[in-house]
């Protein structure tokens, strides 16, 4: 205690102060009693005594708990947020490294190497998708042309992780014939495939698409001309690459054919600048836009035809894994080349389209041996090819 307290109180004691003294210092005195009070509270006997009722103190220690919960559950949202955002970066950088960058190049070994196994696979492309955690999504629709009309009958996507490519997934619906249709090989007897009498049955007033197989080898030129002023269009030209006689194919039957379609498989490089318009900023100017066209290409042009589908392949054979995976199976793209490159480029037959009576009439040519029709469909033809001829 301070003196002065001590004075005042013994002061107190001996009755020597003042009234107004006295009544002060009962209060003070009081108001000890008060705080001796509450410390007494806490301790009972050596324990200390809770001040908070159990209930109370649930209470407090449940909200503390969802109070930590909460913080950890945000802490790692946030983390999860962060590790995705950079990732993310991450991932577009990846894929966009190079030139051409490395999202393009695998959206084209699926185009080119669909182009080149797909008799319609030229009338669609691939966009793809960058994802988190270093993935992509390439995916493209799968269509057929049946007569002047093209239709989708399905959809296919690929993964990839990195630069690893997962097998493609494939989905068709709609009106897809459930049989692949094949090709014969020349000279090959298979009987009871083809179907003439089908093409019999249909009515005036509709359309096909068949795969036509040759009695013997045409070069490309030889194929134009057969099929000069028929009322009908090429949509693809099977090459005979020196594996499909006695490979893998049962007795001259292919269903899985490589070849071109009737335009040139354009690339990246084979594009000419048309236009470009730069915008001036700040720090100088920058390309705002780009137009490109490819080169002309006159119909019968097979030099041309010919040198974009080997210019394919070989670009396809720097990515042969990625091809054999979307063709389940081995492609053997360097076998391929080198056997056309030293015997030439030659056919064993075609996809065609057209007026189910025009193609009909292909059954007493000579050079005909086999037909399989793949799809058909209401009348849709436009006969201004007759018309200019």
Not at 132 to 150: C, W
Not at 291 to 299: D, I, K, L, Q, V
Not at 346 to 373: A, C, M, R
């Amino acid at each position: 205690m301070k003196d002065d307290f001590k004075k005042r109180l013994e002061a107190y004691e001996k009755g020597n102060l003042s009234e107004t003294e006295m009544e002060e210092m009962e209060k003070e005195l009081e108001r000890l009693e008060k705080y001796q009070e509450y410390l007494e509270e806490k301790e009972v006997d050596g324990t200390k005594v809770p001040l908070l009722s159990d209930t109370k103190q649930r209470k407090i220690l449940t909200l503390s708990k969802w109070k930590a919960r909460i913080s950890t559950t945000f802490t790692v949202i946030c983390f999860i947020i962060l590790v995705t955002i950079v990732t993310s970066v991450l991932t577009m950088i990846y894929f966009a490294w190079g030139k051409p960058d490395r999202a393009e190049v695998f959206g084209d070994v699926i185009d080119y190497t669909m182009t080149v196994t797909n008799p319609y696979a030229a009338y669609g492309g691939t966009s793809t998708n960058v994802k988190p955690f270093f993935g992509m999504e390439a995916s493209r629709d799968l269509e057929k042309r049946i007569g002047d009309e093209t239709v989708k009958v399905g959809e296919m996507k690929v993964n990839f992780l990195f630069s690893l490519m997962a097998f493609p997934e494939e989905e068709y619906f709609g009106r897809i014939s459930q049989e692949q249709p094949a090709f014969i090989y020349p000279g090959k007897d298979v009987s009871g495939i083809s179907d003439w009498d089908q093409l019999e049955q249909l009515p005036e007033g509709t359309v096909a698409s068949a795969y036509l197989s040759f009695s013997k080898l045409m070069n490309t030129e030889e194929v134009f001309q057969k099929f000069y002023r028929k009322n009908m269009d090429i949509l693809w030209f099977a090459v005979d690459t020196g594996l499909e006689e006695n490979d893998r194919w049962y007795e001259g039957v292919i269903t899985e054919p490589i070849g071109f379609p009737d335009i040139p498989i354009w690339h990246d490089d084979d594009m000419r600048l048309d236009s470009r318009e730069e915008e001036k900023g700040f720090l100088g100017s920058k390309v705002v836009s780009e137009g490109y066209s490819s080169p002309t290409y006159e119909e019968g042009d097979t030099d041309m035809l010919h040198t974009q589908f080997l210019k394919t392949l070989l670009f396809l054979s720097e990515h042969e894994g990625k091809a054999d995976k979307l063709v389940f199976g081995d492609i053997r793209l360097a076998k391929r080349v080198d056997y056309l490159k030293t015997n030439g480029i030659q056919h064993y037959g075609v996809v065609i389209t057209g007026p189910t009576k025009e193609i009909l009439q292909l059954q007493s040519e000579s050079w005909v041996s086999h037909l399989d029709v793949d799809e058909v469909g209401f009348w849709n033809w436009d006969n201004w090819r007759v018309e200019e001829e």
